[in-house]
């Protein structure tokens, strides 16, 4: 993030606070900035926190990065350890990626 961008200066305070809504957020802005893996892994870390604080579009993100080797390991298992968490709690984009997911690896064991 710029510095002296007072917004992004009052999410990063907000997500070290332990607001997991900012944390999020916060993930999404790293996450578009360029740096490649190092801040993908910025990223991931935050979006890692409020992910295993129950948020279910931060578990979304983290299951795509973990799916997509981007800032972490690449997991597929725990792509979709983090996906079903998120589907569970509603989150329509983790429900589609999981069916995606699932009828992968359907057709990956049946081939």
């Known amino acids: 993030m710029a510095d002296g961008d007072d917004g992004d ?3 990063r305070a907000r997500a070290e606070a332990g607001d997991v809504d900012a944390m ?16 993908w892994a910025e990223a991931a870390r935050w979006w890692r926190v ?4 129950g948020h279910a ?3 979304f993100h983290l299951a795509i990065f973990c799916l997509q080797g981007k800032g972490v390991r690449q997991d597929d298992r ?11 709690q509603g ?12 009828e992968q690896a359907e057709e990956d064991r049946t081939h």
Not at 50 to 53: I, L, P
Not at 91 to 97: L, T, V, W
Request: hydrophobic share 45%; proline share 2%; with cysteine.
């Open 57 to 59: 579009d931060a578990q």
């Open 9 to 11: 200066d009052a999410l």
């Open 24 to 39: 999020s957020a916060l993930g999404e802005l790293v996450a578009k900035r360029p740096g490649g893996q190092s801040v």
């Open 50 to 53: 409020a992910a295993e604080r």
């Open 91 to 102: 989150h329509a984009r983790a429900q589609q990626q999981l069916q995606a997911m699932l």
């Open 78 to 88: 725990e792509a979709e350890r983090w996906c079903r968490q998120s589907a569970a």
